[in-house]
């Protein structure tokens, strides 16, 4: 159980274009999503929390109007990638909470590799 | 301020030999504590955690971690590594209160020579 699912797994894209990524809850509902960035060997940085039915809150840093977030049902969070350009490619990986389970636990996707040129 | 340290960026050691990988945290609330392992391209993995109760937490694959409040540590532990043990570590706080956010560190990655 508790499965997450992304995607793609792996995108290119032309300087200027928009990707869209999407994070599945598969075998649970979650009305709280999270996305991550993760540049080759770091961390994860949070970018925002996602809640269903309502606007995403960013963190601090992070451009609204860049990375656009929508969490239309309790299954499905995208996050698109506006204009992209070379410095946005990185590894994006969402993670979910489970509505019914444990509030402190998140389930983490196997992450979107996009690649800018 | 609340923070994740994760000392050695690089761990390395022999198949079979202990396996250390040091969390220290800064919280000024009791903190929810985590450890995920990432594998190269992949999302992240729960090893364990410590929430409330019990201090040594046993995870899956054979590791453990014990939190040690008087040392503001999370230290995560095998005592016999595998090669399919090699991997990213990662350790981490919840501090978002009702948002439950998380907090990573830097990570560690660990090497398991032959």
């Known amino acids: 159980g508790a499965v997450v699912s992304q995607h793609p797994s792996w995108v290119i894209c032309k300087s200027g274009t928009s990707v869209k990524i999407e994070c599945r809850s598969l075998?649970?509902?979650?009305?709280?999503m999270f996305w991550y960035r993760q540049f080759p060997k770091q961390s994860l940085m949070l970018m925002a929390t996602?809640?269903?039915?309502?606007?995403?809150?960013?963190e601090q840093g992070v451009e609204k109007d860049k990375f656009l977030i929508n969490h239309a049902s309790l299954t499905l969070s995208t996050l698109t990638v506006t204009s992209a350009h070379p410095e946005d490619s990185s590894f994006y990986i969402c993670s979910a909470r489970d509505l019914l389970g444990p509030n402190n636990e998140q389930f983490f996707g196997p992450g979107t590799r996009l690649t800018v040129l | 301020a609340q923070s994740v340290t994760q000392l050695g960026s690089h761990v390395s050691v022999s198949e079979g030999a202990l396996v250390l990988l040091r969390c220290n945290y800064s919280s000024s609330v009791p903190p929810y504590l985590f450890w995920y392992v990432q594998y190269p391209n992949q999302g992240l993995q729960l090893l364990l955690k410590?929430?409330?109760?019990?201090?040594l937490v046993k995870g899956i694959n054979g590791f453990e971690a014990e939190f040690k409040k008087s040392e503001t540590s999370f230290h995560l532990t095998k005592p016999s590594a595998h090669m399919s043990d090699a991997a990213e570590y990662f350790c981490?706080?919840?501090?978002?209160?009702?948002?439950?956010?998380?907090?990573f560190g830097t990570g560690t990655l660990l090497a398991v020579q032959p």
């Open positions: 981490s706080m919840n501090y978002g209160g009702a948002t439950n956010k998380l907090i």
């Open positions: 410590y929430t409330t109760g019990a201090t």
């Open positions: 996602s809640n269903e039915g309502s606007k995403a809150t960013y």
């Open positions: 075998d649970f509902q979650a009305t709280t």
